[in-house]
């Protein structure tokens, strides 16, 4: 039995759509704002993606297929690995003088209540990653520089 959590982190960034929509899909420079995670892939529909999250030895591979692919507004990718199950979307959205790009993940959580319960100390982690991510992103795609 699984059960379906959603989390969601939003940041505004005073950058046009394009730009910003061009800094998100860029895979492999993702590394340089989402925290410990380096990751190659594709783009387009049926396109592959794959990221490698943790610090050294620590981490797991996650596997994606893109499913929904809209530039410059959204792109959804499955997640088909072993660790991560479900879809993740990238939105961004004219926001004022600039964007707002929103980062939703959609999990379905493996083994029951054993899964619920290791959520409940898994969220507020996943939760603080999300948002320093996107402040980096913020950083990122406003000055070019990583971090």
Known sequence: MSTLVEITARVQVPQPQEQVWHAVVDWPRQGEWMLATSVRGDHGPGARVVARTGIGPV?????????????????VVRHTGRVVRGAGVFE?????????????ERLDLPLGAVGRWGWRLARPLARRGMDLSLRRFARFVTTGAPH
């Open 92 to 104: 961004v959205v004219p926001a004022g003088a600039g964007s707002e790009f929103r980062w939703t």
């Open 59 to 75: 981490g797991f591979t996650d596997t994606m297929v893109i499913t929904e692919w809209e530039p410059p507004r959204r792109c």
